[in-house]
């Protein structure tokens, strides 16, 4: 099956800092990815979609200035977490499109973001 | 906001048993699909059901889906210790290409 890839598996940071997540589809070309947050024993929630070569779209109450997303290229997608707060402690799992399969997404193992 | 809703949140079974969960969304989808999280991993999909399907297998799980009562149903037939996971539902919502909206989960325990 289709393999995405995030680095790191897991960050601790300092409150302030910044912090630049990737996702990566190792054998597969993805023109849209998904970034999603999920905090302790919760669901998942999308947080945007990265295009391929263009901006990303932010869902409802996501702050675009805060999750800065840029898709680079068709098997690269970054998210930073800009002057991370610890309230952005979570788990933070993308997906990318695999266009053989009817809408179906392929996801990271996760990265979990904790912040002192 | 949470289009699918699941019940039941949490369920505890012994191996052998059969583990039966149920989704429920609000609006329109393409199609279903059931993912499996272990403990702090990321998703594995399990199985995707098309709005024009009723039912699915795949192995020991079986997916229905109705439209008309906007829900749907996975069970794991003679469930192992290793199905000891948390299951999620999503809906891929009509007009909403690529998008996938998550239920809240049910986390299944098998014990030995």
């Known amino acids: 099956g289709a393999v995405v890839s995030q680095h790191p598996s897991w960050v601790i940071c300092k409150s302030g800092t910044s912090v630049k997540i990737e996702c990566r589809s190792l054998?597969?070309?993805?023109?849209?990815m998904f970034w999603y947050r999920q905090f302790p024993k919760q669901s998942l929630m999308l947080m945007a979609t990265s295009n391929e070569g263009s901006k990303a779209t932010y869902e409802q109450g996501v702050e675009k200035d805060k999750f800065l997303i840029n898709h680079a290229s068709l098997t690269l997608s970054t998210l930073t977490v800009t002057s991370a707060h610890p309230e952005d402690s979570s788990f933070y799992i993308c997906?990318?499109?695999?266009?053989?399969?009817?809408?179906?997404?392929?996801f990271g193992p996760g990265t979990r973001l904790t912040v002192l | 906001s949470q289009q699918g809703e699941e019940d039941p949140q949490a369920l505890s079974i012994q191996e052998g048993e059969n583990a039966t969960m149920n989704c429920s969304y609000k609006?329109?989808?393409?199609?279903l699909q059931w993912y499996r999280q272990n403990s702090g991993r990321g998703l594995v999909h399990l199985i995707l059901?098309?709005?024009?399907?009723r039912e699915k297998h795949s192995g020991r799980l079986r997916v229905t889906l109705d439209t008309s009562k906007k829900s749907s149903s996975l069970l794991i037939t003679a469930s192992r210790a290793a199905d000891t996971a948390s299951y999620f539902c999503?809906?891929?919502?009509?007009?909403?290409?690529?998008?996938?909206?998550f239920g809240a989960g049910t986390q299944v325990v098998v014990t030995p």
């Open positions: 999503a809906t891929a919502i009509t007009d909403s290409w690529g998008k996938l909206q």
């Open positions: 059901i098309r709005s024009n399907e």
């Open positions: 054998d597969f070309q993805a023109t849209t």
């Open positions: 997906s990318a499109h695999y266009y053989s399969s009817y809408n179906e997404q392929f």
């Open positions: 609006t329109s989808i393409n199609n």
